[in-house]
């Protein structure tokens, strides 16, 4: 499959903690996306990070790219319970016309 | 500024009924266009996307077909629902192939 695989499918921690989503994927690759789904939700598109880019913020989220071993992660620090959605790893593959979602990590985060 | 709007929310349709779903958007000219699959708890399966008005390619064979009959439209039909055609059908746009994506709401299909 071309789909990132994330990791874990599932995560559940308590409010103020960090969390901390792993995404892999098997081939080379323009940019790594993450989006966030809130249940029942379309996706909302959080952040890019560039084949060439090691490390993006955005509020409190830090997303790191390592090419060589293919993946990706997302921290979320100082979480709070509106976190509580999926999160999906998306990859633009060379020569692709479109991005490949993966299924998905399952974040809640317990007030 | 860009929205999209995808309708209708929820739909139970009859197996063998007819489809239609639409997607349009606006503020933007010559988006590109997806249609997304998502079974419950599962990731996003690419079902049509087009980068051009009449252009539409298709990822996978199965009971729909897609058409972008303006621009800014998008629509998702069947001639005859399958009760595996159920799940959640989502819309998005880019501006560019590997750019980020705005999604639509979301239809919830259930097929009985």
Known sequence: SQQGEEDPQAL?????????????YKTSINNLQWYRQNSGRGLVHLILIRSNEREKHSGRLRVTLDTSKKSSSLLITASRAADTASYFCATDLTGANNLFFGTGTRLTVIP | SQTIHQWPATLVQPVGS???????????????????????????????????????????????????PQDRQFILSSKKLLLSDSGFYLCAWSVSVGGGYTFGSGTRLTVV
């Open chain 2, 18 to 68: 007819p489809l239609s779903l639409e997607c349009t958007v606006e503020g933007t000219s010559n988006p590109n266009l997806y249609w997304y699959r998502q079974a419950a708890g599962r990731g996003l399966q690419l079902l049509f996307y087009s980068v051009a008005i009449g252009q539409i390619s298709s990822e996978v064979p199965q009971n729909l077909s897609a058409s972008r």
């Open chain 1, 12 to 24: 559940s921690i308590q409010e103020g903690e960090n969390a901390t989503m792993n995404c892999s």
